[in-house]
């Protein structure tokens, strides 16, 4: 009999159902909350409050598209944390209620192994390349900046962190001090592209091992501009081209360096991407770039599996499940890592 595994997550600010059989995708659904636009960046009681409109519809709709009724599947698998702990709870006690309604085991996710593993969720009609173990993932986000080594589905390593600020947060950050929106990323990477990368220089830091810091750039990007805009008031608007270009290559840079120092010190050659930050084009063309260079074999996830969604944290649990695990009804989230 097929495993039929609805996913569901809701660890900031989307909220996602997806059902999978036997690991082929039948359905993705995510709300994104717009409220937060207005505060540039995720109110966590805004996010909790939008979850509890959405957790109902979402499901439903993932498994009207799936085309699969709630009677027929297998087992739920929902997102334990890191994460904020409010919009955690939304996911996790609507999952624990479905499975005692339903009568079916429950499995928790942590929500970075969903997005290390998002490049095994299968599709109809496509290739579904994905990375042989041992593979090391960059998984950047709003939230991460990790080198993980990902050894076999449920056993992966973090090599590396970041000490301070999240890469994603870095963009977020930096976009809103200079007025150019939120989330900002998508909005550097845009104009980024109509710019010289070499124009100006930012901070990098020097930081030991493959831990990360986003911190100082950051600031140097801030200093910068104020200082400039003292000088004259239109610099920013004359400039935003070639600063977002510069600022976006910075980053870049620095996630790449310590990607190849891990790739160079584990002798791993299979090299995936992962998280928000992942869509960003500049990493990805370095990425690709770096691979032809060094001889390693690159996958790159497809944007709609790059933010957080439900197929990647299905599949994840597909995997527990398959290993016989199962979670029992008094789990609580948890908003750190550490804490799982
Ligand atoms: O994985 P994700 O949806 O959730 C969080 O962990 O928050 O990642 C969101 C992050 C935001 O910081 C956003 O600015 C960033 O991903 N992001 C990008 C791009 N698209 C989204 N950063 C750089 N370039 C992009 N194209």
Known sequence: MADIILGIESSCDDTSAAVIRDGFLLSNVIASQDVHKAFGGVVPELASRAHELNIVPVVSEAL???????????????TRGPGLLGSLLVGTSFAKAMGVALDIPLVMVNHLQGHVLAGFVKQPDKENRHPSFPYLCLLVS???SQ???VNSPLDF???????????GEAFD???????????????????????????????KPHIPGLDYSFSGVKTSLLYFVRDEMAKDPDFMEKNKEDICASFQKTLVDILMDKLVKAAKETGIKEIT???????????????????????WNT??????????????????????YLAGE????????????ADF
Request: proline share 5%.
């Open 173 to 203: 950050k930096c976009s809103k001090m200079m007025g150019l929106g939120y989330p900002g990323g998508p909005v550097i990477d845009r104009l980024a592209k109509q710019g010289d990368p070499l124009r100006f220089k930012f901070t």
């Open 147 to 149: 080198i993980v080594k």
């Open 273 to 295: 991407i992962g998280g928000g930050v992942s869509a960003n084009s500049g990493l990805r063309a370095r990425v690709e770039e770096e691979g032809r260079k060094r001889g």
């Open 326 to 337: 199962r979670c029992p009804l008094d789990v609580a989230p948890v908003s750190r890592i």
């Open 157 to 167: 390593e973090i090599l590396g962190q970041t000490i301070d600020d999240a890469v």
């Open 142 to 144: 709003g939230g991460n």
């Open 299 to 320: 996958y790159l996830p497809e944007f709609k599996f790059t933010t957080d969604n439900a197929a990647m944290i299905a599949i994840a649990g597909y995997y527990h």
């Open 64 to 78: 009207s598209r799936a085309g699969v009724s709630r009677d027929e599947l297998t087992a739920i698998a929902f």
